[in-house]
C-alpha cells in the first residue's frame, strides 16, 4: 500500500489536527516524507469513545471468529511486508535481515494467539454442580469464566518497531482476550506504525468487525500517552521503554478514580553467572560469545547481557584479553534514533566517570549515528549504584569475582531482572544449585549455558520479572500467558442454563475444556 501519514480513528483514516510531526532517518537524522500531525484531545476521545462502544460487541465473538481475525491480521501484514521492512529500515536503522526475522515473529505471535483463543482454556471455565441434597446446607451451581477487562492502551516501542509496537506482543494479546486496542505509535517509527496500523485496520473491517476495535493516535506523550492511561474508559496499559517512562504511567493510572493495571516493561541489566568450571573449559569462545550478545543489534535489546561474573585467575584473565581484543575490533551499529545514540554516550561517560576500568572501546561512527561499543570491568566488591544502572546499548560490565558465596551476596543485592544466566558444567553444580534459589527471587527467566539475547514466542515463555524489570512480576508480555494480563474472572450462581455463556452451558457449544468438580472435562475430539 502508499504510505499514509495517517492516525486511525475506529477506522477512519485521518491526517491529525495537532502539531507537525516528522519521521526521520536513524542514521543520519534527515527528514522522511510523508508529514505526519499529531492527535488532538478532541480526536483522542473519538477513538476511547469508539472503542468503548465496540467492547460488548467484540468480546461476544466466538472462539473461531476471533482467532480468525488474528489470522486475518497476520495476512495483511504480510502483504505489505517488503514495503513495511523497507520503510522500518530506514527509520530504525535495523538491518533488513533482522526486520524480516521480526515481521515473522510478529505474525508468528498473532498466530499462537489465534490458536489460544481457539483452544479455549484461556476461558477458565469451572463448574461446581448443584448439590441440593448435601447437608447441614446445600450448595448453589456456581460457575467460573475469565472475561476481557476491556479497551486497552499500548505504547509502542522503540526497538522493536514491529514485534513489540502496533501489532506486537501487547495487541495481539489484548485483541486475543476480547478487548478492543488503541495504540499511541512510537515516534521514531512513525510510517512504520501507519502501514502496520492500516493492516490492521483492513483485518477489522474484513472481518465484519466493530471499526472500535482498534485505532491508532500519534502525538506527545502528555497529550496522548497521560490522555489515555487517565481516561476511565480505558482499562489496563501495555508499555515497553524506559523506567521513567513506565513509572510515570503507573503513578497516572494508581491516582485515577478506579485504578488500573499498567504492564510496564522497563529496565533490566540481564546478569550472566560464569562458573570457574564452565570458563576453565574454554574462555576464549565464553567471551566471544560474550561479546556477539552484547553487540547483538547495537545492544539494543531488553535481555542484552549488561553485566557478566567471571572468576579471577587466569581463566578470567585470558577471558578479558579475548573480550579486549574483541571489542576494539566491534564497529559501532546505527542505534535506532540519535536520542537513544546521545543517551548511550552519557551512559558511557559516567561510567567512566564513576571510575570504572575500561577494558576495551570499539570504532564509532558519528555520522551514522553509530556509538563505539565498550566494556568495563571491576571486582564484583565495587559493584554498587555507580555501576548498577542500565546502559541501553553495548555498554559492558565485567566483574570478577573470587568464590560462589561472593556469587549469591551479588544476587542477593540485585534488582529485578527479566533474565539471569548460569554458564556451568557438571563440576560446577553444588554452586548452581546454590545460585538457583536467589534467581527464582530476582527473575523472570533463568537460562543454562545460553545467552540471553532473543525471547522465544511459545507457550512457557516468561518475558517479565521483578520491579523493576517489570511493574508486576505476576505477567509476561511474551507467549501464550500473556492473554491473562487483560482479563478478570466472573461467577455464576444459579444463572439458567440459557442465560450462561456458551463456555458455561451444559452443552459447551464453543467446545471449551472446563474444570467440572476439580477434574479436568475435555470435548470430544480435543
Not at 507 to 524: D, K, M
Request: with cysteine.
Amino acid at each position: 500500500m502508499t504510505l499514509a501519514p495517517h492516525s486511525l480513528i475506529a477506522g477512519s483514516s485521518e491526517l491529525g489536527g495537532g502539531d507537525e510531526l516528522v519521521a526521520r532517518r536513524a542514521a543520519d537524522g534527515a527528514v522522511l516524507e510523508p508529514a505526519f500531525r499529531s492527535n488532538t484531545a478532541e480526536e483522542l476521545e473519538l477513538a476511547v469513545q469508539a472503542a468503548h462502544d465496540a467492547f460488548d460487541v467484540y468480546r461476544a465473538t466466538s472462539p473461531a471468529d476471533r482467532a480468525a481475525f488474528l489470522e486475518r491480521i497476520a495476512t495483511e501484514i504480510e502483504a505489505d511486508k517488503d514495503e513495511i521492512i523497507a520503510r522500518a529500515h530506514e527509520e530504525t536503522g535495523l538491518p533488513v535481515a533482522r526486520l524480516t526475522g521480526e515481521v515473522g515473529r510478529t505474525t508468528g505471535q498473532l498466530r499462537l494467539f489465534a490458536k489460544v483463543v481457539a483452544e479455549g482454556g484461556w476461558q477458565g471455565a469451572r463448574i461446581d454442580e448443584a448439590l441440593p441434597d448435601r447437608t447441614p446446607l446445600p450448595r448453589a451451581d456456581i460457575r467460573q469464566r475469565k472475561i476481557p477487562l476491556g479497551p486497552v492502551a499500548v505504547f509502542g516501542a522503540s526497538n522493536f518497531p514491529l514485534a513489540f509496537s502496533t501489532a506486537g506482543g501487547d495487541t495481539a494479546s489484548a485483541l486475543a482476550s476480547g478487548s478492543p486496542v488503541i495504540v499511541k505509535a512510537h515516534s521514531g517509527h512513525l510510517g512504520t506504525a501507519s502501514l502496520v496500523g492500516h493492516a490492521i485496520a483492513r483485518a477489522v473491517e474484513a472481518s465484519g468487525l466493530p471499526s472500535g476495535v482498534f485505532s491508532q493516535l500519534f502525538g506527545s506523550g502528555r497529550v496522548i500517552g497521560q490522555g489515555l492511561v487517565a481516561d476511565p474508559r480505558i482499562k489496563a496499559v501495555g508499555f515497553t521503554g524506559s523506567r521513567s517512562g513506565g513509572l510515570a504511567l503507573v503513578r497516572i493510572a494508581q491516582q485515577r478514580a478506579e485504578p488500573i493495571p499498567v504492564y510496564a516493561e522497563m529496565s533490566s541489566v540481564n546478569p550472566v553467572f560464569v562458573l570457574p568450571a564452565a570458563l576453565a573449559a574454554d574462555p576464549g569462545k565464553v567471551a566471544a560469545d560474550y561479546v556477539g550478545s552484547l553487540t547483538l543489534g547495537s545492544g539494543q535489546f531488553c535481555t542484552n547481557p549488561g553485566i557478566v561474573l567471571v572468576p579471577g585467575g587466569d581463566a578470567g584473565d585470558a577471558f578479558l584479553r579475548e573480550v579486549g581484543e574483541r571489542i576494539a575490533q566491534a564497529n559501532g551499529q546505527t542505534m535506532l534514533t540519535h536520542g537513544i545514540g546521545d543517551a548511550y554516550r552519557e551512559g558511557v561517560a559516567e561510567r567512566e566517570a564513576s571510575g570504572a576500568t575500561v577494558v576495551a572501546r570499539g570504532q564509532g561512527d558519528p555520522a551514522a549515528n553509530a556509538p563505539a561499543p565498550i566494556v568495563f570491568s571491576e571486582a564484583v566488591e565495587a559493584f554498587g549504584e555507580a555501576l548498577e544502572g542500565e546502559i541501553f546499548g553495548a555498554a559492558g560490565l565485567v566483574l570478577r569475582y573470587d568464590d560462589a558465596d561472593q556469587l549469591r551476596e551479588f544476587a542477593e543485592q540485585l534488582e529485578g531482572q527479566l533474565t539471569a544466566t548460569v554458564l556451568a558444567t557438571d563440576d560446577d553444580t553444588d554452586d548452581a544449585r546454590a545460585l538457583l534459589p536467589v534467581l527464582e527471587r530476582k527473575v523472570g527467566r533463568i537460562l543454562f549455558n545460553g545467552w540471553p539475547t532473543g525471547v522465544e514466542v511459545g507457550y512457557s515463555m516468561v518475558h517479565g520479572g521483578p520491579y523493576p524489570a517489570t511493574s508486576d512480576a505476576r505477567s509476561t508480555s511474551v507467549g501464550a500467558l500473556a492473554i491473562e494480563r487483560f482479563l478478570r474472572p466472573v461467577a455464576y450462581q444459579d444463572v439458567p442454563d440459557a442465560l450462561l455463556p456458551e463456555a458455561l452451558r451444559d452443552a459447551n457449544e464453543w467446545g471449551v475444556p472446563r474444570l467440572v468438580e476439580g477434574r479436568i472435562q475435555l470435548p470430544s475430539g480435543y
